[in-house]
């Protein structure tokens, strides 16, 4: 691989042009790893490295190609799946890529004449090419292909709901709102679905006058049935249900542990803390006054986690189900868990009354929260009692029942009192307090939805919070110090360009947010905390938010910038998040705690295995955030004609996406809704504008809403602004679910926290 000019030592990092040009020359070949190699780039100035590369494919500037490296955007990668286009009379063939970044025109690429097995390819077929960027007799740029194999086409996977038409032939409407069609299903390929059933097809090849055909593979049940809307979400992003009959096996044969060389921490009163309808229980805490004449007014806490790394073993059956999931899932009335039954409700979960294997760390802190140093330990537990939020948070405020009652001051008193202290080294730190409305959806016995309430935050909460963040850290600090690998949980720094977009916003409101300048969470929170009080404050909290980065699994470590914490790692929730098993493996590894400690062959996997986790917590909150629409959906079909009051989230070319007050569910008021007015949208503004100054609609307004479509298929709510003087009152809904009418919308919220769920 050819190298760039080597720069002298110290120098800056190479400029994104210089990158661009790097992978253009090298199209799939180079990484990372292999553009910090090129110019030079070494020790901490490779934490900025992957800072610029995460910028530049934010900006579009560059992409990955699939297991390979980054490539320049325009760039095709030396291998990929092209598709025929056309077959001139002379022999020669034109293809495009199959996949292509979106707004760019992907290129016409020249196939020429190479050995392959099978028949010529005709157009529309799909071949894996190797490619070559060559120059024409103008000498511009051209790419050419050499066929390596032709390939099959591939079914595409449909979930829907089968409607029988009037003629009686059969229709598959989708579930995918962007769906530009249903499909027809032939009366052989039905599979014994009928009128309502939800379904799994497979489309069939062809190219058919009318709709698309699809075959029924597999019938998930009645439609109507209030179970299908979380099924929908889990079998639309493909996270898998049913774990192998290998892994079912190894967690059967789990056998609970015996004392050994653990350290008995049965005498400590430990208990758990979570929501009341929690499944499993994977953390458990305690609290008392440090006794250290040297740390006066000091605290040691202690953060016990179930040893998941005792029962699931690197390379085993059940080590490969947990980490083919990543995470687990939780849906209104169901959880998909990482582990099987077996282990997350029953020996991995920390029950009360039952010996359990744990992960303990011990950490002493100053009277001011500061932890002063810690100690990581395997042990064996015994929860003394297992409460709620709200239960203990009761108890704290003087209403005791008969579970709080004897706990209240051995165990829940010194856990405020800890956690008191520590807020104030929170405070000190100042992280980023977004204040984010979350929904709680309360299901009925018959699995409909009752209510749609605002979830609680209880100091309680914080509790648990603080001290989980306190571990996780410690966990970090700990595999530093051991030189250990470290899956990181890593917030980066807001991008130039979400930056760039968020100062053009509050210009539009007469706030200055300077250029150059290192933002840091506190400046973010002094803007949130100047215009909370005015009219401004929903708005500005919700571009806020979309200012920053997602959190993602890394190697390496580029600190929590929501947090304002140097160094961070999942550790307290193992049972839920294949990262935490990989931090306790290298905590027993590094600490030499015994048997099922991180692996050599799972080292160099470390940043392949950060994407793949990464993948599958957003494919997770995806489906959730798509359940919850469904069922607001569902929730909503009754009110279809009514008025709300909402407020203005998103703001596009085509219309308003809007979030109502009282129950948090999100839909699209098209911009053909608006008025006989013709509207500009203002960028910058995040507005709507008419020629009528008076019709202005802007993210964070207050709007009246009229709900014109509920459809529970897609989640999808259609609005339109409510007109004065109840000229809506005549509006006629549409009829009712489940004729499975199209819905419109896209919600813009952010996912709902979900139960038993303590994440940062």
């Not at 192998?244 to 005498?267: C, I, M, N, T």
């Not at 950490?363 to 203990?392: C, P």
């Not at 190697?555 to 294949?578: C, D, K, Q, V, W």
Request: some cysteine; glycine content about 8%; proline content about 7%.
């Amino acid at each position: 691989m050819a190298k760039p000019p080597p720069k002298p030592p110290g120098a800056a990092l190479p400029t994104k042009e210089e990158i661009a040009k790097f992978l253009a020359e090298h199209p799939g070949k180079a990484g990372k790893r292999e553009i910090a190699r090129a110019f030079g780039i070494t020790g901490d100035a490779r934490i900025e490295l992957k800072r610029l590369l995460a910028e530049m494919k934010d900006q579009g500037v560059i992409g990955r190609e699939r297991r390979r490296g980054l490539v320049a955007a325009g760039a095709l990668p030396s291998i990929t799946v092209i598709e025929v286009i056309a077959t001139p009379a002379d022999g020669e063939m034109l293809a495009r890529p199959v996949q292509w970044p979106e707004g760019l025109q992907a290129p016409e690429i020249d196939v020429v004449p190479g050995r392959h097995p099978g028949p010529a390819p005709g157009i529309g077929d799909r071949v894996l090419a190797r490619i070559e960027r060559v120059e024409d007799h103008a000498g511009q740029p051209r790419y050419q292909a050499k066929i390596i194999r032709a390939l099959s086409r591939e079914a595409e996977r449909v979930l829907g709901v089968i409607r029988i038409e009037n003629s009686g032939e059969a229709r598959l409407v989708t579930t995918d709102r962007r769906a530009k069609s249903d499909f027809r299903v032939e009366a052989a390929d039905l599979n014994g679905a009928v009128e309502g059933e939800l379904v799994e097809a497979e489309t069939l090849p062809g190219r058919p006058m009318g709709l698309p055909k699809v075959r029924v593979r597999r019938r998930l049940g009645a439609m109507d049935s209030p179970k299908s809307i979380s099924l929908i979400a889990i079998h639309s992003h493909g996270i898998p249900v049913a774990f192998p009959p290998e892994a079912v096996q190894e967690a059967k044969k789990a056998k609970p542990v015996a004392l050994g060389k653990r350290e008995d921490l049965r005498p400590l009163p430990l208990i758990t803390i979570d929501p009341a309808d929690a499944r499993d229980h994977d953390d458990a805490v305690f609290a008392e006054p440090d006794e250290d004449p040297k740390n006066p007014g000091g605290h040691h806490v202690v953060v016990a986690i179930a040893d998941v790394a005792h029962y699931v073993r690197p390379g085993s059956a059940l080590d490969r189900a947990a980490k083919e999931r990543g995470n687990s899932a939780y849906f209104p009335d169901r959880v998909v868990p990482m582990l099987p039954e077996e282990l997350s409700t029953d020996l991995c979960s920390l029950i009360e009354g039952q010996d359990r294997a744990a992960l303990a760390v011990h950490m002493w802190l100053d009277s001011e929260g500061n932890k002063i140093r810690h100690r990581f330990t395997r042990a064996l537990i015994r929860i003394v009692a297992g409460v709620h939020y709200a239960q203990a948070q009761d108890a704290i405020d003087g209403r005791t029942d008969e579970i709080t009652k004897g706990l209240l001051d051995p165990v829940l008193k010194p856990l405020w009192a800890a956690w008191k202290a520590v807020m104030i080294a929170r405070e000190k730190r100042e992280p980023l307090e977004i204040d984010a409305p979350e929904r709680l959806v309360k299901l009925g016995e018959d699995g409909t939805v009752q209510s749609i309430e605002p979830r609680q935050r209880l100091d309680a909460h914080r509790v648990i919070e603080e001290f989980m963040i306190l571990a996780n850290v410690a966990a970090a600090e700990e595999l530093e110090t051991r030189r250990q690998p470290c899956m990181y949980r890593v917030h980066d720094q807001p991008t130039a360009t979400k930056l760039e977009a968020l100062r053009e916003f509050l210009r539009t409101i007469d706030i200055k947010l300077a250029k150059g300048q290192v933002l840091k969470p506190r400046q973010f929170n002094g803007i949130l905390a100047r215009t909370a009080e005015g009219p401004h404050a929903r708005a500005v909290a919700e571009i806020v938010l979309r200012s920053q980065a997602q959190a993602v699994y890394s190697p390496e470590n580029m600190g929590h910038f929501g947090l304002a914490l140097r160094r961070y790692a999942h550790f307290t929730s193992p049972i839920r998040r294949y990262a935490d098993i990989l931090v306790h493996r290298a905590l027993i590894r590094g600490g030499k705690l015994g048997d099922g400690g991180l692996s050599d062959d799972e080292v160099p996997l470390f940043e392949e295995t950060a994407e793949h986790i990464s993948t599958t917590e957003r494919r997770a909150m995806a489906a959730e955030r798509e359940s919850t629409e469904r069922y607001l959906a569902a929730f909503m079909q009754d009110r279809v004609g009514a008025r709300f009051t909402a407020r203005v989230n998103g703001v596009t070319r085509f219309g308003l996406f809007i979030t109502l007050e009282d129950t948090g569910a999100s839909g699209l008021v098209p911009i053909s809704s608006l008025g006989a007015d013709f509207f500009r949208h203002d960028e910058a503004a995040h507005a709507l504008v008419g020629r009528n100054p008076s019709n202005r609609f802007a993210l964070g307004d207050a709007v009246k809403v009229v709900l014109r479509e509920a459809t529970p298929l897609t989640g999808g709510l259609l609005f339109a602004i409510a007109r004065p003087g109840g000229e809506d009152e005549d509006f006629e809904p549409p009829p009712a679910f489940p004729r499975f009418r199209r819905g419109a919308s896209a919600s813009r919220g952010r996912a709902p926290l979900k139960k038993n769920r303590k994440r940062s």
